[in-house]
């Protein structure tokens, strides 16, 4: 708009009709907008509550069509929310995302050194999994959320074939109680030599189901904490 009075004034003029002594320059109407898209950018940040990364998480977690505070609950408890941390099998960041997360969605493996970047590719994980697991709608949302995130943690095949072990005993495979019970049995051969189970054994499932209790936890205390 300012921009635009500024072009009328000089059109005006042009005609021979004198532009008012206040007209602005065209630089200092620059400025001025300028100034004004500065203003409306430290509106839309808004002040952080869960940590300093959390005008990226909300813009993200919107984007992605994640919730923010499940990213940030996530980040607290793959890396304390520290960027540069790296653990032995290669994951990075404070999503700590895998090289091999970064080529799935074709990004360059070294932008996972990119913090926005290594929030994106959470979130687009997120969702990925969310899509394969193939959740009823209906299913409670801690139950949801507690297998996506055991999918996130563990691999998805693991928790497809702790699903299929349950379907296949009568369990109910999208309750998380009964997901997990079927994480831990994959360590024994009865169970993950069966011909529903793909993904053979598994022996991490007390690591697992303490990350989802983690997770869960820190993200009930952030909905408490911000919108």
Request: net charge negative; with cysteine.
């Amino acid at each position: 708009m300012v921009l635009a009075t500024v072009l009328i004034a000089v059109y005006e003029s042009s005609l021979g009709q004198s532009a008012p002594i206040t007209t602005p320059t065209v630089a200092q109407a620059i400025e001025a907008d300028r100034n004004s898209n500065e203003q409306i950018t430290e509106r839309v940040e808004l002040p952080c509550i869960i940590s300093r990364f959390d005008n990226i998480m909300r813009r993200v977690g919107m984007e992605e069509g994640q919730d923010w505070r499940l990213m940030s609950a996530i980040a607290y408890s793959e890396s304390r929310f520290i960027e540069d941390l790296k653990s032995s099998q290669g994951a990075k960041g404070i999503m700590q995302i895998r090289p091999v997360v970064a080529r799935h969605f074709n990004y360059p493996v070294e932008s996972i050194n990119d913090t926005e970047t290594n929030i994106r590719l959470a979130g687009m994980l997120l969702t990925e999994l969310g899509t394969m697991l193939r959740i009823p709608a209906s299913t409670p949302i801690e139950d949801r959320l507690s297998i996506i995130l055991a999918s996130y943690n563990a691999g998805i095949g693991h928790v497809l074939d702790a699903r299929r072990l349950a379907r296949a005993e009568g369990a109910n495979p999208n309750s998380w109680a009964d997901v997990s019970r079927y994480l831990k049995l994959k360590a024994e051969p009865e169970y993950y030599e069966r011909d529903v189970v793909q993904s053979g054994k598994f022996t991490g499932s007390g690591q697992t189901i303490h990350y989802v209790g983690e997770v869960m936890g820190k993200y009930r205390q952030y909905c408490s904490l911000a919108s």
